[in-house]
């Protein structure tokens, strides 16, 4: 698979992470994202870690939601992120403090109790299932006792595109999924597989300890006709997912490829009953 299409990022080599295929993607979701952090209800004046910040596009979002002498720890493994989020964003959002540290969300270099709250997004993804335990054990260790925390990613099951026959879509998450469950290291069968799962964060969350875990999802959809960053979006996943169904040899090989073969113009990009939704969830619970 060509890493341009993976858009990976230069230092840890992880597809879907390059700086820009985030800011498209992000300035996508904007709307979404919102009403995900809303939900999370994090407190004014509060201390948080963004874990897996990338080039910081969420900041700003959480800055606004923690007020003048809230702090954010932005942590990320990847210093090319860091550097990035820090020459965007500076110490400061509005009021809000922002520090930055090298951190591998596995294993967080901080004492117990540092936070009043743990967010993150689109991270677990990228951690198989014993090291999305950690993760979340990790989580628990760095949030106080009653501080809340947000994990947030997407979730497959919401996946969708037409026109296509009844499926089509979910039968690339299910190919993927079965892929990677059978050993394939196939590029983003992994972040496939943790989305298949994410309906089930809130059972995640309660088998890792915390208290009053709940859900929600949103539902982001881009409809024709396309604005002109959702049309970049769509042309960018899609061909993305044509090569991911063609490593996986994934059924409706036709109906994928021409996302790879052909000129957008060609494709269900423009016809006039496109539709492309993706899903994101989050859950949050509470350190006992
Ligand atoms: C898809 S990006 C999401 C970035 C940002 N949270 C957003 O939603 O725009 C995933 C980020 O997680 C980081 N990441 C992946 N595994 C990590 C780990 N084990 N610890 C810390 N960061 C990690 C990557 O370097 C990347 O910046």
């Avoid at 910081?56 to 210093?79: K, N, R, T, Y």
Wanted: hydrophobic share 40%; glycine share 8%; charged share 20%.
């Amino acid at each position: 698979m060509s890493s341009s299409t993976l858009a990976s990022d230069a230092d840890t080599g992880m597809a879907m992470t390059e700086v820009d295929w985030l800011r498209v993607h992000y300035d996508a979701c904007a709307g979404g994202y919102s009403e995900q952090l809303a939900f999370c209800e994090l407190e004014r004046g509060s201390r948080i870690i963004d874990v897996g910040c990338g080039p910081g596009f969420f900041l700003p979002l959480l800055a606004q939601q923690l007020g003048p002498g809230g702090e954010i720890v932005a942590c990320d493994l990847s210093q090319s992120h860091l550097d990035h989020a820090r020459k965007r964003h500076g110490d400061e959002i509005d009021g809000c403090t922002i520090r930055y540290q090298f951190a591998n969300a596995v294993e967080l270099p901080f004492p117990d109790g540092s936070f009043d709250a743990y967010w993150t997004a689109n991270v677990s993804q990228y951690l198989d299932d014993a090291q999305f335990r950690r993760m979340l054990a990790e989580a628990r260790r760095v949030t106080r006792r009653g501080g809340r925390v947000a994990f947030k990613d997407w979730d497959a099951a919401l996946f969708r595109v037409e026109p296509s026959e009844t499926g089509t879509a979910q039968r690339l998450m299910d190919a993927c999924n079965r892929a990677f469950l059978a050993g394939s290291s196939a590029p983003v069968t992994m972040n496939i597989h943790r989305a298949t799962t994410y309906s089930h964060i809130r059972r995640w969350m309660t088998a890792a300890g915390f208290r009053d875990a709940r859900q929600h999802s949103t539902l982001i959809e881009f409809s024709a006709p396309l604005s002109e960053g959702h049309r970049i979006w769509c042309e960018r996943l899609l061909k993305m997912f044509a090569q991911v169904a063609h490593e996986v040899q994934s059924p409706d090989q036709e109906f994928w490829s021409q996302f790879s073969t052909k000129a957008p113009a060609e494709t269900i990009l423009a016809d006039p009953d496109f539709y492309c939704a993706e899903g994101s969830m989050v859950g949050v619970a509470f350190v006992p």
